[in-house]
């Protein structure tokens, strides 16, 4: 009889085990593509600002070129950026 009741207790407490692998395996594969987004982010994030950073110069030029400014406002403010 005692042999009997271990058992059923046991196996009542089996399924907690599976289920906590199961939890303790997903959030370490949670936290792992976490800390790769998070640190590899940061250093393309970097490098893509560097890429996009105009200088005042080469915006000017390029409003220049839209039409957005007439010449003389062109070459007033290029005097100024100089």
């Known amino acids: 009889m005692m042999g ?5 207790s046991w196996n009542n407490f089996s399924w907690f ?5 199961i ?24 490098s893509r600002n560097h890429v996009q950073e ?8 390029e409003r220049y ?3 957005e400014i007439k010449k003389d406002e062109f070459e007033e403010k290029k005097k100024d950026l100089s």
């Open 17 to 21: 085990g599976g289920i906590m692998m």
């Open 54 to 61: 105009k200088t005042a110069l080469e915006i000017l030029h």
């Open 4 to 8: 009997y009741y271990w058992g059923d």
């Open 65 to 67: 070129a839209k039409g």
């Open 23 to 46: 939890v303790f395996v997903v959030l370490t594969i949670l936290i792992i593509v976490w800390l790769v987004q998070y640190l590899g982010g940061s250093a393309s994030s970097s």
